[in-house]
């Protein structure tokens, strides 16, 4: 069974540009998670999908953040414009339902410059 | 709110030597708690999980942990450490009503390195 699978890996842009990552889950799963993580510290949730609706984007600064899962299958999130304290690794993650593990992707590491 | 603090941020052990990573959490009631790895590059990969039943429990690569109420306490062991356990080590906290499935709240993490 095909993992979580995320692209690009690596990304490197200066601030103020925009940048978006994609995330395919594992099949069938219905429920996908965006998480940050910066270096030195634990994933945080920035927002959670159920199919193609929005759980949870309390953690989201939609100033600048945005994400979407237009049909119920992949999803995108992104920044625009960037800022230096968004470097960090983005994790995707799915899961069968709300009450299923997680399962995450390599991650995508951002490097604001 | 819930809570997680992993209290080490690096831990050194030698190659076959026991390992104990420690987690104390903060929450409301009974947790979902889950130990997670992390190697260089890669996902979170799940370790072992708990949420009732015995308060030991098994997980994938010889790991256990056991959950003591009494202490908030959820620490990851394992009887003899391999080279290649050597990554960062996250203990995590959810909600056990909706069965842990979102808001995990996830500690700082533990780098373990592993001399030979």
């Known amino acids: 069974e095909a993992g979580v699978a995320q692209s690009p890996r690596y990304k490197i842009i200066e601030k103020r540009q925009s940048v978006a990552f994609w995330c395919n889950p594992i099949s069938g799963h219905a429920t996908l998670y965006w998480y940050q993580q910066i270096l030195g510290q634990g994933p945080k949730l920035l927002i959670q999908f159920q199919n193609n609706g929005v759980v949870d984007d309390s953690q989201l600064p939609k100033d600048r953040f945005s994400a979407e899962r237009l049909k119920g299958v992949d999803s995108t999130l992104k920044i625009q414009p960037a800022k230096l304290e968004d470097s960090a690794v983005y994790l995707c993650?799915?899961?069968?339902?709300?009450?299923?593990?997680?399962?995450f992707g390599p991650g995508t590491r951002l490097t604001v410059l | 709110a819930q809570s997680v603090t992993q209290p080490d941020i690096h831990i050194t052990v030698s190659e076959g030597a026991s390992l104990e990573l420690r987690c104390n959490y903060s929450?409301?009631?009974?947790?979902?708690l889950f130990w997670y790895v992390q190697s260089p590059g890669q996902g979170l990969q799940l370790l072992l999980k708990y949420f009732s039943g015995d308060t030991l429990v098994q997980g994938i690569k010889g790991f256990e942990a056991e959950f003591k109420r009494s202490q908030s306490s959820f620490n990851l062991r394992k009887p003899s450490v391999h080279w290649s356990d050597a990554a960062e080590y996250f203990c995590a906290v959810g909600p056990i009503l909706t069965g842990g499935g979102n808001k995990l709240t996830f500690g700082t993490g533990t780098q373990l390195k592993v001399e030979l």
């Open positions: 929450y409301g009631a009974t947790p979902y």
């Open positions: 993650a799915s899961s069968l339902g709300l009450n299923n593990e997680q399962f």
